[in-house]
């Protein structure tokens, strides 16, 4: 078998045309950093719009800035900006609050919309806060709704007239297994289900194509591939077909046609802007605001196909340099199926990963034996994953990871 | 009359043991900004603290920086820190979402624990986002509550035993009435009725004593007066005899009792965790500790003594240096029943408070006749309340407010 080698991957490195944004970003130096799609790297540019926000903004402009410096438009503006990365139009989609806060918001008014229906079907392995809103939202409503999971290859017979909407994660956030969006959207909608996608873990990282499919509502986060910072607020869409109808769960006076009258009846905003709740997380936003520029410049055609590009090359390296010893491919082959990851399995999982930080790769581990490679196509080279592999060859072959400090304990990665 | 000059206002200045605070922020030269009721200053330090945030934590030490520089303690750490604000204990407190966010969670969880009453009680002039959440909510849940609105005097009568939560804000945001904490706690509890205090409007410029007033729960604004910066992540407080019964209203990962096993059945978290939903916003958590911290440096008993005071000299300067003008005061003349501002009504409003700006004095209008004047005592001298009444005579003499540009408009501010 033809072997690759590091020359071949630098010589990726050289075609790649989109080489140039990984100076994009601040990257600490002999990282690798596999693990994008728990958070994004940091753009240039970001601290300086940090620190002008902090100091010209909120030091000297105070509360005008929410006029000056467009305070105000923040969430609007920037949902405007990532409506552009998932194919949706500019007054669909606010950034706001967190992912799991939009679900709840969409959620209650997805079931709104489907009054008679009392199912909501899911994927048994979606994020599990996704599962938990679900059920949370079930029990606080206590209408009789009902949560029916199942397998991912079931999905399509789980779809009937009693079902009120179809909630799902595009990227499976361990496999990494990408699902087909176009062709479930189109079997609910056949069955008059509504689709509640969450997007988490493929924006930024692919071409989504939400009005093109006839997706209903989505939710996203905005610090993976989006690089908007740790906790950055997440944004929400609606089509527009339902922005009149679809009423807002958490009636807050953002979401007021007209906020600043501080009148004492609500009255939603005509559009997208009736779910907003509070005042907008600014410093969280601007930040936001920065990644998600940096990724407009991008041809996220080329994004996706560099994408599986890396994937490809990190399960072939695997093969080629590791087959000795006992991985598993966790995630599906053909590249068209797989979201911007690779995950694969093994039973000392947790403390391969750890040894691997020790050698300067950062990847993450998921219960009960997956190791997680976040491949983001901004700022990762080829070069990066030959010698994230090599690491991994150094730290299987010298046993590096037997150690008793990479025993698993609860820890956050 | 004896009349007060500047003079004495320079020496109260000097003789205030609060004074040093001043420098502890940074303040635009040339301009007295009386709306630190709408938006805190910026606390010198809060820029390094970003920057270091960014550049370090983000940039650098990336996804680890939840465990190296604790960002999955921070709603915890920095509620524990609030606590100390507000009287309570540090297991009680978490720093998330926003105000309105957090008053849905808890109001929907306040009726769980009172699952045979059905009315809500609040206050007709209540904030408004307030009352919108309260209606919201109870559309949401389609179980026949009812929202009671009384005018404030006649709160105590409209308490009974079919009410579930009484609903309040400590602190009128616009007549700056401060309500008896104490007494409508005691009087909610002694017919069964749970206490929901929305502390936006006071905390960070009063002593409060919610476990001294046996308060359930409360929830508060972080970029008032505790200068956490535009948007900040607000907080919220369950008294710990309810921590065990009081449900999370949104099943997010982060109340889950171990949100890192990714187990697909939610467990709530024991403590006042479980009422955490998505990830912490670590930028406005940072920006807001820095403000807390600051004010955990203060005397809140000297805070609250020089805020009655700034008070006091606005009045009575505005009487003796204004008489000719039409203003009326719209606040409480008794300093022990007014929150941290002033307010005085007059039918230029508006026009008056625009024409102010353009003299470098920043206050807010609220319609449809009220001038506010928030008084943050940390930062304000009694000096500036001179120069802003001085500033308010040379408008109102010189008709500076009668111009085309300073029309009513819709605007934010």
């Known amino acids: 078998m033809y072997g690759l080698s590091r020359d071949d991957c630098e010589r990726l490195d050289r075609e790649d045309p989109l080489g140039t944004l990984r100076g994009r970003f601040e990257l600490p130096s002999g990282l690798i ?15 300086q719009r940090l620190d002008e926000l902090v100091r010209v903004q909120w030091g000297e402009d105070l509360i005008r800035s929410w006029n000056r410096h467009d305070w105000i438009g923040m969430p609007r503006r920037i949902g405007a900006k990532i409506a552009r990365l998932i194919g949706a139009r500019d007054d669909e989609v606010i950034a706001a ?73 595009q990227v499976d956030y361990r496999s990494g297994r990408l699902h087909d ?19 988490s873990h493929s924006a930024g990282a692919m071409p989504i194509e939400l009005n093109a499919a006839g997706v209903d509502m989505a939710v996203g986060c905005g610090y993976k591939y989006l690089n908007g910072g740790p906790g950055a607020p997440a944004y929400l869409f609606i089509a527009r077909r339902h922005l009149r109808d679809a009423q ?3 009636a807050g006076w953002m979401g007021h046609a007209a906020p600043f009258t501080f009148a004492p009846d609500y009255r939603p905003a005509a559009g997208i802007e009736r779910h907003l709740v509070g005042t907008p997380p600014v410093l969280g936003l601007a930040a936001l605001e920065v990644g998600v520029d940096l990724l407009l410049e991008a041809d996220l055609q080329l994004v996706r196909e560099k994408s599986r590009r890396l994937g ?38 947790y403390a391969i990963i750890q040894a691997l930080i020790v050698e300067g790769v950062i990847g993450d581990f998921r219960a009960p034996d997956i190791l997680r490679f976040g491949l983001a ?4 080279r080829y070069v990066d994953i030959w010698d994230a592999v090599a690491a991994l060859h150094r730290v299987m072959a010298s046993q590096a990871w037997n150690k008793p400090e990479f025993k698993r304990k609860a820890t956050v990665t």
């Not at 950093?33 to 601290?47: E, I, M």
């Not at 996704?130 to 009902?146: A, F, K, N, P, T």
């Not at 196509?377 to 990762?380: D, G, I, Q």
Request: hydrophobic fraction near 45%.
């Open 312 to 349: 490809d090359l990190y399960l072939r390296l695997l093969d080629q340099e590791c087959a000795a010893f006992g991985f598993e491919h966790a995630c599906p082959h053909d590249s068209t199926r797989r979201g911007s990851q690779v995950a694969v399995r093994h039973p000392q999982g």
């Open 33 to 47: 950093y596999l693990d994008g799609n728990s958070l994004g790297a940091l753009p240039v540019g970001a601290r």
């Open 181 to 199: 969006l176009a062709a479930l959207t189109r079997q609910a909608q056949a069955k008059g289900v509504l689709t509640l996608w969450d997007l």
């Open 248 to 250: 807002p769960t958490i």
């Open 97 to 169: 609050d967190s992912t799991s806060i939009n679900l709840f918001k969409l959620l209650a008014a997805a079931l709104r919309l489907r009054p008679r229906r009392r199912i909501i079907v899911s994927e048994r392995t979606n994020f599990p806060t996704d599962l938990y809103i679900i059920e949370g939202l079930i029990e606080l409503l206590g209408q009789g709704h009902e949560l029916r999971l199942v397998h991912a290859d079931e999905l399509s017979d789980a779809l009937d007239e009693k079902v009120a909407v179809l909630v799902m994660t």
């Open 377 to 380: 196509p901004l700022y990762l």
